[in-house]
Every structure is written in C-alpha cells, then in structure tokens.
C-alpha cells in the first residue's frame, strides 16, 4: 500500500503549482514514458552487437536470424499476456515488474557465455517490451487529463524513437571497447532499468483502476491532484462504464472492418522492412562497402532522423489527419526503399549513396506509419473491444516484426544480391500499402469516436 505516500508526495507536488495542474501529469506520464525508452532502446541495441555474437557462437544466418527474433517472440508473449495482471495487479505493479525484466534482460544478456542463455535473456527483454507497448500508453491514458491526453500519449511514441537513438549512439561510442564491447552495448541498458525501477515507485496508482476496484476515496485524492476539478463526476461515470459495460468478443462479426483495418495496417508497417534497418543498420552499412566504425556511426544518423520526423509527425498529425500522413509517407518510402534497392543491383558499384537513402526511407516512415499506427487502431474500435482490438493490431505487429526480422540475415547471406532482393520487395509492399490506404482506409481526423463507429457500419 503506497498511496499515502503517493498522496503525499502528489500534494507537496502540487503545493506551489496552483493554476498550472499540468506540471505533476506531465512529470508522471514521463516517468511511465521510460518504459517507451527502453523499449527503444532493447529493440536497436542488438543491431551493434549481432554479428560479434554470430561470429562468436558460429551462428549461421537462420540461427542468428532467430537470436534477433528471440526478443520479438518475447514481445508477442508480453503483448497478450499482460491484461490479465494489470487488471488484477493494477498498473504501477505491472510498470514495476516491466522495469525489473529490462533490468534482467540487459544484465543477463551482457554476462551470458552460453547461446542459449542469452537467448533467454533476450527473451525475457521482449516480454518486457511486448508487456510495455500495452501498459505504458494505457496508463498515461488513464491519469491523463482530457485537454492534456493527445500530447502526453504521445510521450510514450517520442520515448521510443528516443530509446533508439541513444542505443545507436552508445553502439558508436562503445564499439571501440575490444571484443567485449557488444556486451557493454547490451549491458548498459541496466542504467535507465534501474532509473525506472525507482522512479515508478513515486507514481500513483492509475485512479480508474482504483474506481473499478472500489477504491475511490484514493481513486479522489489523486483525481484532484492531477488537475480534474470534477473528481466525484469521474468517479460516477467509471461506476456507470463498469456496471452497463458488456464484455464482448472482438471476432463475433461486427467489427470485421475494424479487425481488417488494423491487421492491414499492422503489416505493413513491418512490410516496409523498418524492423530489417532497426535491427541490422550496422551490417546494411558494411555490405553498403562502408567500415565498421562508418557503419555505427551511420547508425546514429538514422536514430537521429527517426527522433526528429517523429516529433514532426506527432505536431502535425491532428491538422494534417491520418490518411493524408500515411499517404505521403508510403509514397516516400517507396522511392527511397527502390533507390536502396538499385544501389545493391550491382555489387561492384559505389554504395556510398544508401546512407541518405536510408535517411530518407527513415524520415518517410517516422513522419507516418511511426506516428499513426497506434493512434489509428486505438480510434476504430468501440470501447467495449478497444483492449481486444489493441492487442489484435499489437500481436499482428510484432508477429512480423519477428519474421522480417528472423528473415533478413537468410536472405542478404544467400546471395550475392541479397540486400537487392530484400528492398525491392519492402519497396513493392509499400506500393500495395499506398493503394490500400487510398482506396481502402478511412480518415479519422477531426470525428468523435461515435462518428467514426458509424462510418464503419458499427451499432
């Protein structure tokens, strides 16, 4: 029982902060945002450390193939199994077991002298990642206040892009180190677990979970202190929510276009080979001819243009409307995954080029599907299948993540032209996924969930 300390420090919090309430949700959303960091910064650490650990326990291309995916596989687990504890358990638990997973995942995987250790650790890395793509935007959701919930949601995406840019620059920085070097870019993931471990300690309890389970006095206190003026008429509403609230079936044939909308979606955010660059950007630029500190350092402009079109894309993504982003998006990932492609045609040409063409593909894809995905699975289902339906969209996510991912190294090792084969084929998906979200996909922009459920034939 925390919450007399959790009240205590939300009132000295707020003491001094009368008028500017958004102070102390802003300060607790980006605590909770960490676990978008580490997510970040598991998913691209292995990039700098993968073909050390090939050449050191042998690996051919499927096996190292499935030493990457192992964490992905994980993250499908995390992703399902999570609801469960955090309805019973509630979130700041759950937030607290996420950061001690990192914690052992990153010190695991950096003293492991056998393979299938660190695949296990690796493993216990994806859970928490998988885990943390559920719980950290629902609960910034949840202690949100209404006119604050768009930009404080969008912490959690800005955490991630962050997360994977500093793993690309700690890869850069630390791959000078010796052989043991790719076990401190693993290793040193044990800093910001610890940081927030102890930091999820002083965050409340999310106070709609406090409502469902008849804790409201507690479920008040907290209301107040995060700036909602009319605490007793949230409180009524979630007792209303809870009581008429029907647990229905995602796949009970209302909501087909939803489900097919979100699955679409889903993959071909994977199809456009982002999980391939994240993952293998070191390896890309070597086989691009550059050498191996060029190549980590390459890296870091990727993260660096990932970071910088993500906060472009979450400024403009409410004026602008999913659609038209996405559009845009498909359109430039499409020249500049083909130009990537023509670039490895001929292995003897120059390939000096793929770095702004990866840069560009980078900047396309952070501008559009990085920034709307979640926002537009979250906005297409009704609330009774909301939870259903985001992880749908979440497992079908990072089940092809797990096999571009487990894929790619077979591929480039097979031939000669393997990195043409790979883009021309992440090129062609994206053609597909423009003339689906042209013809296919709705526009949410600007509509009240009511409306939008309408417009899908939903009553």
Not at 266 to 288: H, K
Not at 394 to 407: L, Q
Request: aromatic share 14%; proline share 3%.
């Amino acid at each position: 029982m925390h919450i007399q300390t959790e009240t205590m420090t939300a009132s000295k919090h707020s003491a001094g902060q009368a008028g500017a309430p958004f102070g102390y949700p802003l300060r607790i959303a980006l605590i909770a945002a960490m676990g978008g960091f580490l997510f970040g910064f598991e998913v691209s650490v292995i990039s700098g450390a993968e073909k050390t650990i090939q050449q050191l326990w042998s690996l051919d291309s499927f096996w190292l193939g499935f030493t990457v995916a192992s964490s992905l596989i994980g993250t499908v687990l995390g992703s399902l199994i999570v609801g469960g504890p955090t309805q019973k358990l509630g979130r700041k638990k759950v937030l607290t077991a996420i950061a001690l997973f990192y914690l052992i995942s990153a010190v695991g995987c950096a003293v492991s002298s056998l393979w299938i250790l660190f695949v296990l650790f690796r493993f216990l890395g994806g859970v928490a990642v998988g885990a943390s793509s559920v719980v950290g935007p629902m609960y910034i959701s949840e202690i949100s206040p209404a006119k604050q919930r768009g930009r404080l949601a969008g912490l959690f995406q800005l955490n991630i892009v962050a997360g994977i840019l500093i793993a690309y620059l700690t890869n850069y920085l630390l791959a000078g180190l010796g052989e043991d070097s790719w076990r401190y870019m693993l290793g040193i993931m044990a800093i910001p677990s610890v940081v927030f471990a102890i930091l999820v300690r002083t965050i409340p309890e999310s106070p709609r979970w406090l409502v469902l389970n008849g804790r409201d006095e507690e479920a008040k206190k907290i209301f107040s202190h995060l700036g909602e003026p009319h605490a007793a008429d949230l409180i009524r509403q979630e007792h209303e929510l809870s009581k008429g609230g029907i647990k229905e079936r995602l796949f009970n044939g209302k909501y087909n276009k939803p489900i097919f909308y979100a699955m679409l979606l889903a993959m071909f955010n994977q199809l456009s080979g982002i999980n391939a660059i994240i993952y293998y950007a070191p390896r890309i630029f070597e086989m691009a001819g550059f050498n191996r500190a060029d190549a980590f350092q390459q890296s870091v402009f990727i993260g660096l243009a990932n970071f910088v079109f993500t906060l472009l894309a979450m400024s403009v993504i409410d004026k602008f409307g999913r659609k038209k982003l996405l559009l845009i998006g498909a359109a430039g990932m499409i020249v500049f995954l083909g130009l990537t492609a023509n670039a490895f045609s001929n292995p003897a040409a120059d390939h000096s080029a793929v770095i702004y063409y990866l840069i560009g593909f980078i900047a396309f894809f952070a501008f559009s599907q990085g920034a709307v995905i979640w926002v537009f699975i979250s906005e297409i289902f009704p609330n009774s299948v909301r939870s259903q339906g985001g992880s749908l969209g979440s497992f079908t996510h990072w089940i092809m993540a797990a096999i571009i991912s487990w894929t790619f190294p077979m591929i480039v090792e097979s031939s000669s032209l393997g990195g043409f084969y790979s883009f021309v084929f992440y090129s062609g998906m994206m053609l597909l996924s423009f003339l689906f979200i042209w013809r296919v996909m709705p526009e949410t922009k600007g509509k009240t969930l009511e409306q939008i459920q309408k417009e899908l034939g939903i009553k």
